[in-house]
């Protein structure tokens, strides 16, 4: 099992920025994918990016391309999500994930990830 904890949540007005990060521990994939998701009260989780490890490959949701930059520490075993040009919609949960292998067809599923951190609040006021 892998453990995630996630930081830098908060407010932000629309417009702002903000990066949040999650610390990976415990058990280690030779080859992993790391992902943001996100979730709004009362709808599914959503997802938001994701990077293959090994690879340094990124992959986007549409509604948050050319906004959102996923990175990672490969020293620190953290994953980053920063995220400029907030607005509104963007507020939710976001919750960083981790799977042990890749599939370029169920990378965007929640399901695919086997461990989930806690979640950090994002709030965008307009």
């Known amino acids: 099992q892998v453990q995630l904890v996630e930081s830098g949540g908060g407010l932000v007005q629309a417009g702002g920025s903000l990066r949040l990060s999650c610390a990976a521990s415990g058990r280690t994939f030779s080859s992993y994918t790391m992902g943001w998701f996100r979730q709004v009260s009362g709808k599914e989780r959503e997802f938001v990016a994701a990077?293959?490890?090994?690879?340094?490959?990124?992959y986007y949701a549409d509604s948050v391309k050319g906004r959102f930059t996923i990175s990672k520490d490969n020293a620190k075993n953290t994953v980053f999500l920063q995220m400029n040009s907030l607005k509104p919609e963007d507020t939710a949960v976001y919750y960083c994930a981790v799977t042990g292998s890749w599939d370029s067809a169920s990378y965007y599923i929640a399901g695919t990830y086997n461990d989930w951190g806690q979640g950090t609040q994002v709030t965008v006021s307009s």
């Open positions: 990077i293959r490890w090994s690879w340094g490959i990124t």
